[in-house]
RNA sequence: CGGGGUGUAGCACAGCCCGGCUAGUGCGCUACGUUCGGGACGUAGAGGUCGGAGGUUCGAAUCCUCUCACCCCGACCA
């Protein structure tokens, strides 16, 4: 036993670190605040970004991409954004270095090579989105635009962690135009809804949606809806905000168009975004004391095949019934390794396997070879059984379904669980401290009790749920009346 | 930006308080051999500006001054 990982128990946030690194997902980076992404790592990123990519396209949008520096006039326009902003911005005040006249063989800023305007290292792309789409949109008929970017952003944060939050993350931004509210609204809850879904379908994460309490809303938007998704940890995670953002933007970019009475008015935006930080969810979502536990449709291997051998007579007798079935299992549609490396040991590379989050592994040793058999291990339950090899290609989708489904389900188990109504302040009190995850209170709506709260407890609303039945009841702190319970937790 | 801490081999650390010969340990790495159905073992090896600069001293990883970087805890945040 080489590697044990910290457990979740004995320390969650240890847990995470470690096995972020052990699995070779990511890595710090010698930029302060900055990670880097490894192959494994970023192939569970391209899996996301394929799944929501043909969401998007399915549902009408195009990708483009825009600049990554934005001028400080331009950004400041749109006031809420920017001063919700202003304290994370990376700025670009000079475009040339030039050798230190001191002779020390350093590279000094060229204080002639002041930029006339600074520039800002876009934390999201609404300024420079908008100002273009001043150019773009002149009549109803240039309407709707409904464009998506794949970028990164830079988000100077103080404290930050492997995936959840680092200074530079890899997102995507929609951004897009309307003729009417209403249509702009849909849009912004059509694309929630599209979170929602690949959170569930692909990260097998259940996911609440909801719209964001003032206080927590995106600066610039006039309604802000999220999915929240739960940890093993009791604590929440935001995975994916859509923003109905009005004619803030508009106004701000002077963007009008002439509708078909012949009037002129502002157009009406909508923005949605998901991160990289999907990546910490999914890993906290469902993975386990040895390591990653991946939904297939995440995975960047399924399938992965470990021979048993002591010698080359035995491996390339495996290596025929390997290549064999790699042939099938990839026919249908599946990623499958061969692990025919003979620097390690089988059992070195069932625990590498199992701390990746391999769903699958097939072993094949001399023992099968004569039985026509595979033993064959699933990464969620653990179980283990022996089949014929010649059943292997046909089974071994419907367990990755199986292993899908699984993995929701129990994640659906663990929400539910922890997810609790409380009545009284001392209860809520009592529930986060003790229990953790959800708590399903009455809030008076207001601003300073929402305050209050968090500050009391760290505690803040996660959102307003989009589904939750009309119920009369008191505020949990102030006793206020109240139309409808929210979701309240500490978050991430 | 406040408060704390750490910089010694690829990684994790010991040594520092109380200065002393050639700077150690574990993992990893290289070679060879034996192993191989749950993280193998043996033997031999390679690998260091002790974060940087200056100072004290016969002598500094160790003491002093300055400096840089990173980490943790808080306030802020996808």
Known sequence: MAKQ????AEDYSQWYVELVKLADLAENSDVRGCMVIKPYGYAIWEKMQQGLDQMFKDTGHVN??????????????????????????????????????????????????????ELVVRPTSEAIIWNTYKKWIQSH??????????????????????????????????HTAHATAAEAEKETRTMLDVYADFAENFMAVPVIKGKKSEGEKFPGAIDTYCIEALMQDGKALQAGTSHFLGQ??????????????????YVWGTSWGASTRLIGGLIMAHSDDDGLILPPKLAPIHVV???????????????????????????????????????????FK???????????????????????TVELARRDTREKKSMK????????????????????????KFREDMTTPVNSWDEFKKV???????????????????????????????????????????CVLTGNPSNQRVLFAKAY
């Open 5 to 8: 990982i910290t457990s979740r």
């Open 64 to 117: 483009a991409y825009f600049p990554l520096f934005v001028p400080k006039s331009m950004f400041e326009a749109e006031e809420k954004n920017a001063e919700g902003f202003a304290k994370e911005c990376a700025i670009v005040t000079h475009y040339r270095l030039k050798t230190d006249p001191a002779g020390n063989g350093k590279l000094m800023v060229d204080p002639e090579a002041r930029l006339e305007e």
């Open 141 to 174: 008929r240039d309407l709707p635009i409904l464009v998506n970017q794949w970028a990164n952003v830079v988000r100077w944060e103080m404290r930050t962690r492997l995936f959840l939050r680092t200074a530079e993350f890899l997102w995507q931004e929609g």
């Open 248 to 265: 803030n933007f508009a106004q701000a970019f002077d963007v009008k168009f002439t509708g078909k009475d012949g009037k002129l008015e």
């Open 305 to 347: 095949i470990v021979p048993i051998f002591k010698n080359d007579q035995e491996l390339s007798a495996i290596s025929e019934v390997a290549d064999k079935l790699m042939k099938e299992l990839k026919a249908a549609g599946l990623s499958v390794k061969f692990d025919n490396r003979d620097t390690h040991k089988p059992g």
């Open 350 to 372: 069932f625990a590498e396997y199992e701390l990746k989050g391999v769903p699958v592994r097939l072993a094949i040793g001399p023992r099968d070879l004569e039985q026509g």
């Open 389 to 412: 090899a010649t059943d292997v290609a046909t089974e071994v989708p419907s367990l990755l379904d199986d292993i899908q489904k699984n993995l929701y389900r129990k994640a659906l």
């Open 432 to 474: 986060l401290e003790e229990k953790g995850g959800f708590l399903l209170a009455h809030w008076d709506g207001t601003a300073e009790t929402e305050a209050k709260i968090k500050e009391e407890t760290k505690a803040t609303i996660r959102c307003i749920p989009l589904d939750a039945p009309v119920e009369k009841g008191k």
